[in-house]
């Protein structure tokens, strides 16, 4: 079973600047999730679409950070401007409706 | 809120000796609590699950028990070896959701 693929897994941005992250779920997973790992800590949610639809996207700064999954598959996680303290993982995680949870390799983002 | 303290977050041990990482929560209504281990630099990957309808589950050298009313579950890893060596996150599920809180992580270093 292929697993949950992100590209890309390293991004090198100034501050202010846009960046965009991509996910591809497993196959058949309709949910899926966005995380922040900070170094040192857990991951911290923030956003989780089924299928297409956001079901919880209360710990995203919607000023600056955006994300879609148009046709319930993939999905984009975007971020602009960038502030320095956005420097983290940014873990894509996909499940079935009643499975674990499967992460990605993620994307190891340094906003200087 | 919702609150998952996992304890302790540094551990080492010599190799064949076992491993013990505990877990508390708060909210009474969780009924999902995954284990992840994230290697350096690498994906949390699910090692193993246990849910509030049974009280202990195991898969070779690793068992997860759950107890619901002191609200707390504990990783345990026998005979360990170095590639044990991680850091290991407990999560919990929120009520009503299949959100997770996790816990702080807890850095392992099994000693040759």
């Known amino acids: 079973e292929a697993g949950v693929a992100q590209s890309p897994r390293y991004k090198i941005i100034e501050k202010r600047q846009s960046v965009a992250f991509w996910c591809n779920p497993i196959?058949?997973?309709?949910?899926l999730y966005w995380y922040q790992q900070i170094l040192g800590q857990g991951p911290k949610l923030l956003i989780q679409?089924?299928?297409?639809?956001?079901?919880?996207d209360s710990q995203l700064p919607k000023d600056r950070f955006s994300a879609e999954r148009l046709k319930g598959v993939d999905s984009t996680l975007k971020i602009q401007p960038a502030k320095l303290e956005d420097s983290a993982v940014y873990l894509c995680?996909?499940?079935?409706?009643?499975?674990?949870?499967?992460f990605g390799p993620g994307t190891r983002l340094t906003v200087t | 809120g919702e609150n998952v303290e996992q304890h302790p977050s540094t551990l080492s041990v010599q190799e064949g000796d076992s491993a013990v990482i505990k877990c508390t929560y708060s909210?009474?209504?969780?009924?999902?609590f995954p284990w992840y281990k994230q290697e350096l630099g690498k994906r949390p990957q699910l090692i193993i699950d246990?849910?509030?309808?049974?009280g202990e589950k195991k898969d070779q050298r690793i068992a997860v028990t759950l107890n619901k009313t002191a609200k707390h579950f504990s990783l345990h890893i026998t005979e360990t070896q170095p590639e044990d060596s991680a850091v290991y996150f407990c999560?919990?599920?929120?009520?009503?959701?299949?959100?997770?809180?996790f816990g702080t992580g807890t850095r392992l270093k099994v000693l040759a």
């Open positions: 196959s058949g997973h309709a949910t």
């Open positions: 999560a919990a599920s929120i009520r009503g959701t299949y959100k997770y809180i």
């Open positions: 679409f089924q299928n297409n639809g956001v079901v919880d």
């Open positions: 995680a996909s499940s079935s409706t009643s499975g674990g949870r499967y």
């Open positions: 909210d009474s209504a969780s009924n999902y």
């Open positions: 246990i849910r509030s309808n049974v």
